[in-house]
């Protein structure tokens, strides 16, 4: 179905709105998804963060120009679908990473972040980092390891000072009969 001019333009308002606010931006190839995968791709997708579109490359050119999406652009080419990452920077790579185990149709062409482009072979690479409550996780457990290796470390010296002390006090007193 063609798009009149006004409808063009909310669609190019609403992908330029999400590129302000992503994190990063998987465009892949679909042709050949079946509606059912792809009706599962976007309810997972709105589980995750994620915004998912199927829009044309002239009309997503127009609406990542000025963002830091904008140099992926040369990329787009033949029908794209398009996951822009909101909540965190891996949440698309492991939605397009997923869906992919189950559809072959589904092709990862770009994937752009922090103002620079990489190869679809990098979708592996942003679906491993850790999701935001992995990597407070990980933060605490630094933070806290230099002081529960203090308390160790205190608590094995008071350990070896009482050692003797409560060897002794340990042995029953003789019985009288």
Not at 40 to 51: D, I, N, P, Y
Not at 70 to 94: N, Q, W, Y
Request: glycine residues 6%; charged residues 20%.
């Amino acid at each position: 179905m063609a798009l009149n001019l006004s409808q063009k333009q909310e669609v190019v308002a609403e992908v330029a709105d999400i590129a302000a606010k992503a994190h990063s931006l998987i465009a892949a190839h679909y042709a050949g998804t079946t509606v059912s995968q792809m009706t599962a791709m976007r309810k997972q997708a709105r589980e995750t963060g994620v915004f998912l579109k199927v829009v044309k490359n002239t009309l997503a050119e127009r609406a990542v120009k000025g963002t830091e999406f904008e140099c992926a652009t040369d990329k787009f080419t033949g029908p794209m679908l398009f996951a822009f990452s909101l909540e965190e920077p891996g949440a698309a790579g492991r939605l397009i990473k997923d869906a992919a185990k189950t559809n072959a149709k589904l092709l990862p062409q770009v994937v752009a972040i922090g103002g620079e482009v990489f190869p679809a072979s990098h979708v592996d690479v942003l679906a491993s980092l850790p999701t935001r409550d992995q990597a407070l996780a990980m933060l605490a457990r630094v933070l806290t390891e230099p002081v529960t290796m203090f308390a160790r470390a205190i608590k094995a010296i008071g350990d070896k000072q009482n050692g003797g002390e409560t060897a002794d006090a340990a042995e029953p007193a003789a019985e009288t009969a």
